[in-house]
Antibody, heavy 118, light 113 residues
């Protein structure tokens, strides 16, 4: 069974940094591209970034590219999202997702909530 | 960016009824070389993560009931639930994966009368 478990969310002050993690199990992690997607309280879904199977290719939502970095450690079956200089508008639930044959999100984690507030 | 527009934003139906919801894209999602539409549908039940229902505009995922039907091509797409069940209470989102940035519609909330 595919499982994606996010962690690292919480309450953080504006301007701070935060690193989210997603531990994958139930499949060969190094064989799949992975993404981060976020959902605001208003329920809008926003794609953040994608990383290919070996980490040699990444692509970002243009509005987030300068502050967020996606990475992976295939030896640890773990996906990461480094968030820098966070803002109130970054408050959302952050999901780790796995691709299948193309860029749809075949599997989702349960999400980790990030709240940016002073 | 490709803008995805979903209508209606919400609708209420009785169990057993047929329901349709629309998703329109600001540019064609049909890739000429393989004749495939790069559109997916997701279902998000209350308190849960989104779940993939349909890819390539009309291909149901394994285990998805056949009452969920995706159709359309180019810029106009439809998700039909042929006979709504109480467990279909959810928000339904479309997503285009034709180009990055990958983008979602704002969702259609389905309520059961």
């Amino acid at each position: 069974e595919v499982q994606l478990v996010e962690s690292g969310g919480g309450l953080v002050q504006p301007g701070a940094s935060l690193k989210l993690s997603c531990i994958a199990s139930g499949f060969t992690f190094r064989g799949f591209a992975m993404n981060w997607v976020r959902q605001t309280h208003g329920k809008a879904l926003e794609w953040i970034a994608i990383i290919n199977y070996d980490g040699s290719y990444t692509n970002y939502a243009p509005s987030l590219k300068n502050r967020f970095t996606i990475s992976r450690d295939n030896a640890k079956s773990t996906l990461y999202l480094q968030m820098n200089n966070v803002r109130s508008e970054d408050t959302a639930t952050y999901y780790c997702t796995r691709n299948d044959n193309s860029n749809w999100f075949a599997y989702w984690g349960q999400g980790t909530l990030v709240t940016v507030s002073s | 960016d490709i803008v995805m527009t979903q209508t209606p934003s919400s609708q209420a139906v009785s169990a057993g009824e047929k329901v349709t919801m629309s998703c329109k894209s600001s540019q064609s999602l049909l890739y000429s070389e393989n004749k495939k539409n790069y559109l997916a549908w997701y279902q998000q039940k209350p308190g849960q993560s989104p779940k993939l229902l349909i890819s390539w505009a009309s291909t149901r995922e394994s285990g998805v009931p056949d009452r969920f039907i995706g159709s359309g091509s180019g810029t106009d797409f439809t998700l039909t639930i042929s006979s709504v069940q109480a467990e279909d209470l959810a928000v339904y989102y479309c997503e285009q994966y034709y180009d990055t940035p990958l983008t979602f519609g704002s969702g259609t909330k389905l309520e059961i009368k």
